[in-house]
């Protein structure tokens, strides 16, 4: 058990001992007059929007789109239409279907 805890202790100190020279070797590291530079600032935060005071400055806005005109809307406005008209049965459907194709 002894022999072992010899080698592992051998092995600890060699690689200790070594370090130092692997630091020495060239291309590892990078030139001494680049190792400790001082990185680039970071850019200047956004300015705040300049709004007088007691005022609250412009919120963004969702694009609100006009609503579709489909073919049920205008089958019910011509139904309700030729009701009014006084149309009935088999008038009202053909004046339905052609005004709900017309538009």
């Known amino acids: ?36 530079r001082i990185p680039e600032p970071l850019p200047p935060p956004p300015k705040p929007l300049a709004v007088p005071l007691g005022e609250t400055p412009p919120q963004p806005r969702v694009y609100q789109s006009q609503r579709l005109r489909t073919q049920s809307d205008r089958t019910r406005d011509c139904v309700g239409q030729g009701s009014v008209a006084g149309l009935r049965g088999g008038k009202l459907d053909t004046y339905t279907r052609e005004c709900a194709n017309a538009n």
């Open 1 to 36: 058990m002894m022999p072992v805890v010899g080698m592992v202790a051998g092995a600890a100190m060699l690689a200790v001992g070594l370090a130092p020279a692997f630091a020495q070797v060239p291309g590892l590291l990078p030139p001494p007059e680049l190792q400790n």
